[in-house]
């Protein structure tokens, strides 16, 4: 398996590398056309006597520069040699020896009866272009040596027609020559282990700097959330202390009128209002204790219980709050055994129901546990005003609350809670690996459903399936179509 992994991880930084050998050569090539054709010119000037050859010649140099340069221009770039370096490499070979040819024609071109010093301008010039090759070339020493090859048949060709058409001492001279060449090759061979020491110094470096950038930047985005949360944490707690004092101030005065208050009806009903105030303190303590939960990254605490059990209690807590609001609170029966945190489904459902009775203000709340698809989902009901289909996310964000004109008239328009209720429902069903939905219709009502986890499902008796039309079981209501 290791070998496996880095046979890709080898490859990838081969290609790399090649990538960056073919950007050098061709970045030089382009800066190079100017010398060699002025070299070009210089020795035509020199060989000048020998007539229409050598304007062939400067011709077929001239063509071939300006040809190179249009091709480099145009056919190209990084980009594209980033996508075949393969490809790039055997076009420059393709393209460099004609090159190479073109030169070791002057070889050919010195006739036997010319001068030494013509010979020797010849040979120099060779000298130097072979020189440059190692610079231009040296990147890459497969084409380097496609390069070199040329002149080694060159002048193995020299030798053998020397004193036959061309001078006698090019053969004399044929030893020094191809040592020159091989020197050159030798030293080529070293500088394309250095480039390729220096391109891979220079990709390592490349990698610590986006690497950097991207810790810099998971460091960044991890200050800001954390300047987040604690803006958010800070909102909370001056939340928390407004909402809080409230029905603590209003329980005060109750109790300090209620001695004072002698007709029975009157104090009965002072006394309920302390008990309403005692109720949303409760209720804001308990959001405060679920929110301080996830706070502190709690993990779940599963094992198997009968979701029933969980019912009942749910019902003893909400059906007093339903029933005084005029609500008929029921719960379906469910045979259902679960694994899952009893504590945090137990805050789950509650916050659901809560909100439900608060903001519904005739008909009921139903809870119900069905099948969908082989998964468990439990459903809370009501009768409600329904959200607008535009608010169904915005209302699972902390501190955001549903504008209820008959909540608002029957508290005088002050803020009910602290609209945290559905942020934590989502955050504490994430931490059980459940998912939370809601469909809803205005003026008919809404469904919260949440969806357990299959294998949190121990025991699925046959329980009513979820139909596409279910009418809640409360009278005068329309249905809810799901």
């Not at 707690?237 to 005060?252: S, T």
């Not at 055994?337 to 608060?358: G, K, T, Y």
């Not at 559905?422 to 955050?427: D, E, F, G, K, T």
Request: hydrophobic letters at 45%; proline letters at 4%.
């Amino acid at each position: 398996m290791p070998t496996a992994t880095a046979e890709p991880a080898d490859a990838e930084l081969e290609h790399a590398i090649l990538v960056e050998r073919l950007k050098l050569i061709y970045g030089m090539l382009r800066n190079a056309n100017a010398s060699t054709l002025l070299l070009s010119l210089l020795i035509a000037v020199f060989l000048r006597h020998e007539g229409v050859v050598i304007l062939w010649w400067l011709g077929w140099q001239i063509a071939f520069k300006v040809t190179q340069v249009i091709d480099l221009k145009y056919r190209v770039s990084d980009a594209l040699i980033e996508q075949a370096p393969q490809r790039y490499t055997y076009r420059l070979i393709l393209w460099e020896i004609p090159q190479a040819m073109a030169w070791c024609c002057l070889y050919f071109l010195i006739p036997a009866s010319s001068h030494p010093a013509e010979c020797f301008i010849v040979l120099i010039s060779l000298a130097g272009i072979v020189a440059a090759s190692t610079t231009t070339y040296g990147p890459h020493f497969g084409v380097l040596a496609s390069y070199l090859s040329v002149y080694y048949a060159a002048t193995g060709l020299a030798v053998i027609m020397a004193g036959k058409g061309m001078p006698a001492y090019l053969g004399e001279t044929a030893t020094v020559i191809v040592l020159y060449i091989t020197g050159i090759g030798y030293n080529g061979y070293k500088n394309a282990a250095a480039c390729r020491n220096s391109i891979l110094l220079g990709l390592a470096n490349a990698s610590l700097a986006r690497k950097l950038e991207q810790e810099a930047a998971s460091a960044r985005a991890a200050h800001r959330l954390a300047a987040e949360a604690n803006e958010a944490r800070s909102r909370f707690l001056a939340a928390v202390a407004h909402d809080l004092r409230q029905p603590m101030q209003a329980i005060a005065l109750f109790l300090a009128t209620l001695d004072s208050i002698a007709e029975r009806s009157l104090r009965l009903r002072m006394i309920g209002q302390a008990q309403e105030a005692l109720t949303g303190a409760s209720d804001m303590l308990d959001m405060l204790l679920d929110f301080s939960r996830f706070e502190t990254g709690m993990a779940a605490q599963k094992r198997v219980f009968p979701l029933q059990d969980l019912f009942n209690h749910l019902e003893i807590e909400i059906a007093g709050s339903a029933e005084a609001k005029g609500l008929v609170y029921r719960t379906r029966e469910t045979p259902a055994l679960i694994n899952s945190d009893p504590v945090l489904l137990h805050s789950i459902l509650r916050n659901l129901l809560s909100n439900a009775v608060r903001y519904t203000q005739t008909g009921g709340v139903l809870i119900a546990a069905r099948r969908r698809m082989g998964e468990l989902v439990i459903e809370v009901w009501d009768t409600g005003r329904g959200i607008a289909e535009d608010q169904h996310e915005a209302i699972f964000e902390e501190f955001r609350q549903i504008d209820d004109p008959a909540q608002q008239q029957s508290h005088g328009h002050q803020r009910q809670g602290l609209g945290l209720g559905l942020a934590i429902v989502q955050r504490l069903a994430w931490v059980i690996g459940a998912r939370v939905s809601l469909q809803s219709r205005i003026d008919q009502g809404s469904v919260f459903r949440l969806t357990l986890p299959m294998e949190d499902t121990v025991s699925l008796p046959p329980l009513a399936e979820t139909r596409r039309e279910a009418p809640l079981p409360f009278p005068h209501h329309h249905p809810l179509e799901l």
